[in-house]
């Protein structure tokens, strides 16, 4: 006898029965189990299953003796291409290492007016237990259906589906409610003559959506209120006109959607509101107080919220092209702790980073973008204290600890007034935002941990970002507070762009649909992706999209090679963009040498005992000056950490998170290395006057032309546009990285005339390196530009 081994609600008023094994199709099945709701027994009728249902999450089931694999339509990643193959593979077929057979390859059917792609396989020719998992024909595994029970890890960081000949669909039966419905604030349980099992509901908490809007907003004389939490009992809104008052609160009303809404008939502009929520419905005295999740201002990470009308900007300005940015990654504090001409409150936030980008550095440097660490409300405990901003507690308000009042609300204005000087000095924004976890105080987690963060079957939070939890990006509200977060800082800041912070934990496929989204309000907007997190890596799988990245495999591969320990074949790959196997057009890999993670750039190549760059040798600066110079000279977007340009030293310490001191840049460094900076400079107004680099769409393999030197070497001189399919102008870079001279033999020089060496630019015609009888010679070390003589 087949025994009940699980339980879950598909909606209000359906669930299923799952049986430990198959109880035969047509037979009839004897149940008198009891379903109670809060321990009130409730009628239900028993009837199996569509199998089509149990395919869509499981990838199969089981006709007469036939197995049917079932891919639906439905649940194709965005980057599947139209027209594209697609297999099953599993251990019955060894994973298919052997190449795609056609044996495996999935057709598209139309059934019941849904799209699927089915494989119909003899029971025979299948064991009686396996794994499996879809493919398409470019190896791209495909996921796992949302709400499949029949998940299994082989290995970490691998999830399969299991296929079993006695759990082939037949094993589940659907109980229907006949004169009631369930409420997710209840709970379920099945009684039968094998045990007590709760019914779960997360399948039916998961799908819980609204289109409403959500937050505090204001319409004429009235002020609304609206909080998505479908499992708490009691919600109350209140407020104050200040924040020497007590709150005057009033109670909520649920909606059946999951969404509480209040409505107070006053106009609550510059008002401070907290929500009050209760989690048991037997206490009537415990509630929690809680920040908005939509508030737009906070006076702090604890709240209160501070109520705003809507103020959106009337014109947009337009980023440059993407494959023209040169970008500046920063730090609002690191900018401005050692700037003169600020008082000691403005150097704390925005208003000090306006007068920065007034002062004209980064123009002056020849930078058009600016990655600005996160600003979006974080959990610092005081003001004064150093944050990096990885801990964001709220989504929608600039961070209070910018703000010169933030108590009055000045960060909305000051940092409405920071983009606009930016757009003002043709300087995009570009925010890095951390949509994978939260900090404390954790005010998701309050309201229902299970919607708004992962968990594991204990219940227990996941950790894939490092930080404590990961937001469940594949629930619809969570979506909907991401892709309203973005919107209203492109709608409200004109902000120009996002960096993703851990995007493999937020999805690519959900990143295409906000990239989207965002392109309506404003075209030229920039999206660009941190491709990974401690569960997996996903830099490859850009290539199928059309968001950009940083390029870590860039940052590691030039560290090695400028030390002598790199290739041929990775230098060219590098220099070509990365478009082999990483992208599918130049600019989507954001190229760089360091950012705020980890080492600074000198700290990590020194020469010097514990990584300590403060006093860099002539081998470093030499090293770093060929890292630069292929930084800026390879197809992509160039990524400059703040003070790179400097030789910017944090003593050796890996992680600075809370290390303000040592982050903060002394300008009296670029005075000393000013060599390098003004070599940065001139590599910048180089990179910005050749058409050679800004190139929209792939160029031809033979675009770029590799030559080497000596054998067991890694030097090369490098041909841009060999094809002329850029015109007539051509470049040439020499590299050599090692400490023994190098030669190439080439008939070029008659057509080139140097403009660089190592150290500098040159405006008048000279050549610093021996370049004879077709024979260019190239010192330990060393770097060389030329470009096509004038005709």
Not at 292 to 303: E, F, L, S, T, W
Not at 329 to 344: K, N, S
Not at 632 to 652: N, R
Not at 729 to 741: D, G
Request: glycine share 6%; net charge negative.
């Amino acid at each position: 006898m087949a025994n009940v081994v699980g339980a879950e609600w598909v909606n209000e008023k359906q669930g299923w029965l799952f049986f430990d094994r198959d109880l035969g199709k047509g037979k009839s099945v004897k149940f008198s189990g009891t379903l109670l709701i809060n321990g009130t027994p409730r009628n239900f009728d028993l009837l199996p299953i569509p199998l089509l249902d149990f395919a869509e999450t499981s990838g199969y089931f089981k006709e007469n003796e036939t197995t049917v694999f079932v891919l639906s339509n439905d649940a194709m990643p965005r980057s599947i291409l139209s027209g594209e193959k697609f297999y099953v593979a599993g251990d019955f077929n060894r994973w298919l290492s052997d190449g795609f057979d056609e044996k495996w390859r999935l057709k598209y059917e139309i059934i019941q007016k849904k799209s699927y792609f089915i494989l119909k396989i003899p029971q025979g020719e299948l064991p009686e237990y396996g794994q499996f998992k879809f493919v398409s024909e470019h190896w791209e595994w495909l996921p796992l259906p949302r709400y499949c029970k029949n998940n299994i890890i082989s290995r970490p960081g691998i999830e399969n589906l299991e296929y079993c000949v006695q759990k082939t669909g037949q094993h589940i039966l659907q109980f229907l409610l006949t004169n009631s419905h369930f409420d997710l604030r209840e709970i379920a349980f099945m009684m039968s003559d094998n045990g007590k099992i709760r019914v779960d509901d997360a399948r039916l908490l998961f799908s819980q959506d609204t289109d409403e809007k959500l937050g505090a907003w204001i319409e004429g004389q009235r002020t609304f209120f609206a909080l998505f939490a479908p499992r708490v009992w009691a919600v109350e809104v209140c407020w104050k006109p200040s924040l020497a008052e007590n709150f005057i609160r009033s109670p909520m009303e649920r909606f059946p959607n999951g969404v509480w809404h209040a409505q107070i008939d006053e106009n609550l502009n510059h008002k401070y509101y907290m929500f009050r929520i209760k989690n048991k419905a037997n206490d009537s005295e415990t509630f929690t107080e809680i920040l908005d999740p939509y508030a737009k201002a906070a006076v702090n990470c604890q709240g209160p919220g501070i109520i705003v009308e809507e103020n959106f900007v009337k014109h947009h300005f337009n980023a440059p092209p993407r494959e023209n940015l040169i970008i500046y990654e920063g730090h609002v504090r690191d900018l401005t702790a050692h700037c003169l001409g600020m008082t000691p409150e403005e150097k704390l936030g925005f208003k000090g980073l306006e007068k920065f980008i007034k002062s004209g550095y980064l123009q002056e440097l020849g930078i058009n973008a600016v990655e600005l660490q996160p600003i979006q409300e974080f959990d610092n405990p005081r003001k004064e204290d150093y944050h990096w901003g990885y801990m964001p507690v709220n989504y929608f308000s600039p961070a209070s600890a910018y703000g010169s009042n933030s108590a009055n609300g000045t960060q909305i204005d000051e940092f409405r007034r920071l983009i606009q000087t930016c757009h003002d000095h043709n300087l995009a924004i570009i925010l890095d935002v951390v949509y994978n976890h939260v900090g404390e105080p954790n005010h998701l987690h309050k309201i229902d941990p299970q919607y708004y963060f992962r968990t594991n079957g204990n219940g227990d939070l996941l950790n894939f970002s490092g930080c404590g939890n990961d937001l469940h990006t594949e629930n619809p509200i969570v979506q909907k507070i991401i892709g309203d977060s973005l919107e209203h800082f492109v709608k409200t800041y004109d902000v120009d762009g996002f960096r993703f912070d851990l995007a493999e934990l937020v999805g690519l496929p959900l990143l295409e649909n906000f990239q989207e989204r965002l392109q309506k309000i404003k075209p030229s907007i920039i999206m660009i992706a941190e491709p990974w997190s401690f569960r997996r890596y996903v830099g490859h799988d850009l290539k199928r999209t059309n968001l950009q990245g940083w390029n870590d495999e860039f940052r590691d591969f030039i560290k090695s090679y400028i030390s002598g320990n790199g290739n041929v074949e990775g230098i060219g790959y590098f220099l070509q963009g990365s478009l082999a196997f990483r992208s599918n057009f130049p600019a989507q890999s954001i190229n760089y040498l360091s950012s705020h993670d980890d080492f600074c750039w000198i700290d990590t190549i020194t020469e010097n005992a514990n990584h300590s760059g403060m006093i860099p040798t002539l081998t470093d600066i030499r090293r770093t000056h060929l890292a630069l110079a292929i930084l800026f000279l390879s197809l992509g977007v160039p990524m400059l950490g703040e003070g790179t340009e400097w030789l910017h030293s944090k003593k050796g310490i890996h992680n600075t998170y809370q290390r303000g001191d040592l982050n903060a840049l002394s300008y009296d460094r670029k005075r000393e290395y000013f060599l390098t900076y003004k070599y940065v400079q001139r590599l910048i107004q180089f990179r910005k006057t050749s058409k050679l680099f800004h190139l929209k769409e792939c160029p031809s393999k033979e675009y770029i032309r590799i030559f080497t030197g000596q054998e067991n070497n890694s030097a090369v001189l490098v041909l841009f546009n060999e094809t002329r399919e850029c015109g007539e102008e051509q470049i040439l870079f020499a590299i050599n990285p090692h400490f023994e001279k190098v030669h190439f033999t080439t008939t070029f020089k008659n057509n080139f005339k140097q403009i660089a060496d190592i150290f500098s630019f040159f405006d008048e015609n000279r050549a610093t390196y021996l370049w004879e009888h077709n024979v260019l010679e190239l010192p330990p070390l060393s770097c060389g530009i030329w470009k096509t003589k004038e005709l």
